[in-house]
């Protein structure tokens, strides 16, 4: 159990456009889910945590009007990059947690396997 | 602010030698420490995980850490390195105070030599 998808796997656009990416917890309900952005041959950085029924919260620096974040059921959250640009070329990756983690318990982060999006 | 780092972006082994991949971090509060293993274009898989009790982590395919408080290491061994090992691997910390948000280290990526 425990699996995340990501749609879709791989996207090129034109500059200017909008492209959707669907993160989906197969089997359970993601209270949390988190979106990260990896550049090549560097590391993840988290970009924002959303809880189902409520607003993103979006880590210093991300621009929230860019990267829209809908998390509008307890299995699909999605991420639009809003009038993409070559430098928002990036591979993305969402995660989901069960559950919200508290001081004494973590809920585990399970990772769908990215979207590789490029912007002509 | 908690961080992590992780010394040597890269380290090459030969097969059937020790792996060894530092990791210090830095955390305010007691941390959740995670090591998880990229392989080329897919997402992340856990290798193993501290939270409480024993110190000593076990995890999959034959990878363990250890964590010490007093160096703030989390540093991931394996006794005998296999070639299907060669990838990148991340070093992880999460604030209990935050919700399981986590922050990465920048990674190393492991090669093996036959």
């Known amino acids: ?120 | 602010a908690q961080s992590v780092t992780q010394l040597g972006s890269h380290v090459s082994v030969s097969e059937g030698a020790l792996v060894l991949l530092r990791c210090n971090y830095s955390s305010s509060v007691p941390p959740y420490l995670f090591w998880y293993v990229q392989y080329p274009n897919q997402g992340l898989q856990l290798l193993l995980k501290y939270t409480t009790g024993a110190t000593l982590v076990k995890g999959i395919n034959g990878f363990e850490a250890e964590f010490k408080k007093s160096e703030t290491s989390f540093h991931l061994t394996k006794p005998s390195a296999h070639m299907s090992d060669a990838a990148e691997y991340f070093c992880a910390v999460s604030d209990r105070n935050q919700g399981g948000k986590l922050i990465f280290g920048q990674g190393t990526e492991l090669s093996v030599k036959p």
């Not at chain 1, 990416?21 to 970009?47: G, H, V």
């Not at chain 1, 947690?97 to 912007?119: A, D, I």
């Open chain 1, 1 to 120: 159990g425990a699996v995340v998808s990501q749609h879709p796997s791989w996207v090129i656009c034109k500059s200017g456009t909008s492209v959707k990416i669907e993160c989906r917890s197969l089997d359970f309900q993601a209270t949390t889910m988190f979106w990260y952005r990896q550049f090549p041959k560097q590391s993840l950085m988290l970009m924002a945590t959303s809880n189902e029924g409520s607003k993103a919260t979006y880590e210093q620096g991300v621009e929230k009007d860019k990267f829209l974040i809908n998390h509008a059921s307890l299995t699909l959250s999605t991420l639009t990059v809003t009038s993409a640009h070559p430098e928002d070329s990036s591979f993305y990756i969402c995660s989901a947690t069960k559950t919200t983690g508290t001081y004494y318990s973590y809920n585990e982060q399970f990772f769908g396997p990215g979207t590789r999006l490029t912007v002509l």
